[in-house]
Structures are given as structure tokens and as C-alpha cells.
């Protein structure tokens, strides 16, 4: 019997669940809003975890970042990419 597919590694923000915990590699864009991502703590080696998500389409979703929580749309949180290793010791 064949083992069943792996699941698709997490590689954007706005596709990791809420708990979700990882660890940012980059953003994805040039511009106002991936610098404003920079300066609030979303830089390469920060760890994220989701905290909440609204109902309908997620959007928008809570996400923790060093010690402050904010509130990201959808489209900001698919510009921060996420390395494909979970973060080991962090989160639930």
C-alpha cells in the first residue's frame, strides 16, 4: 500500500492555519507595504503564528510576530514567504 501524499509545505502567511507557527524567509514584493512589513517585525528569521482568523475567506487574520499582535488582509499576508521547516519548540 502506498504511503498517502505528503501535505504541501506552508509557504505563505495567509496560507498557515490558525496555531500555525513558522519562521519568515522574505517578502515577497518591493514597495510601501513590504517595507511596512519589515518595520513591524516580519524579517527574515522572525517567527509568526497565527492567533485568529475572521469568517468568511479568513480575512482578515491575527497574526503574532515578536511580541505584538496584528491584524493582516489576506493580500499583505500572502507577500511574507515562510521557510518550508516548521519552527521546533515554538508554539503549541
Do not use: C, K, N
Not at 509557504?11 to 512589513?37: C, F, K, N, Y
Not at 468568511?56 to 507577500?79: H, I, K
Amino acid at each position: 500500500m502506498a504511503p498517502p501524499p505528503a501535505e504541501p509545505a506552508v509557504r505563505q502567511l495567509a496560507d498557515l492555519p490558525v496555531g500555525g507557527v513558522a519562521t519568515v524567509e522574505g517578502i515577497d514584493e518591493a514597495g510601501a507595504l513590504s517595507r511596512r512589513l519589515l518595520e513591524i517585525g516580519f524579517y527574515p528569521g522572525a517567527h509568526v503564528e497565527v492567533i485568529a482568523a475572521q469568517w468568511p475567506g479568513d480575512d482578515p487574520m491575527a497574526v503574532r510576530v515578536g511580541g505584538s499582535t496584528f491584524a493582516l488582509r489576506r493580500r499583505e499576508a500572502q507577500l511574507v514567504r515562510l521557510a518550508a521547516a516548521p519552527v521546533a519548540g515554538v508554539g503549541p
